[in-house]
Nanobody, 124 residues
């Protein structure tokens, strides 16, 4: 069983930056995809970004492309989400997720392990 713990959320002004971290522990293994999702109040959970095990393949939602960067440090079993040029619309609870295999996916149901979430608030 893999456990995911997010950190790094907080309050930031529009145009500012935050870096989220997600530490994986437990029975981690190779070849698992890591992703970030977010959920704003009253809205469905939506895909933000995903990265392959090697980090060589990444995929982003159009809404964050060019502003957010996903990366991972496998030696630390940690994935990061660098968020720049934050907008009020980016405010949400951000969740880290993991799935086995090598195929990146944007679907919530494709991921079987989730963190507890970290709140990101963006003031205008």
């Amino acid at each position: 069983q893999v456990q995911l713990v997010e950190s790094g959320g907080g309050l930031v002004q529009a145009g500012g930056s935050l870096r989220l971290s997600c530490a994986a522990s437990g029975r981690t293994s190779s070849n698992y995809v890591m992703a970030w999702f977010r959920q704003a109040p009253g809205k469905e959970r939506e895909f933000v970004a995903a990265t392959s095990w090697s980090g060589g393949s990444t995929y982003y939602a159009d809404s964050v492309k060019g502003r957010f960067t996903i990366s991972r440090d496998n030696a630390k079993n940690t994935v990061y989400l660098q968020m720049n040029s934050l907008e009020p619309e980016d405010a949400a609870v951000y969740y880290c997720a993991a799935k086995g295999g090598i195929k990146l996916s944007v679907g919530v149901t494709a991921y079987d392990t989730w963190g507890q979430g970290t709140q990101v608030t963006v003031s205008s």
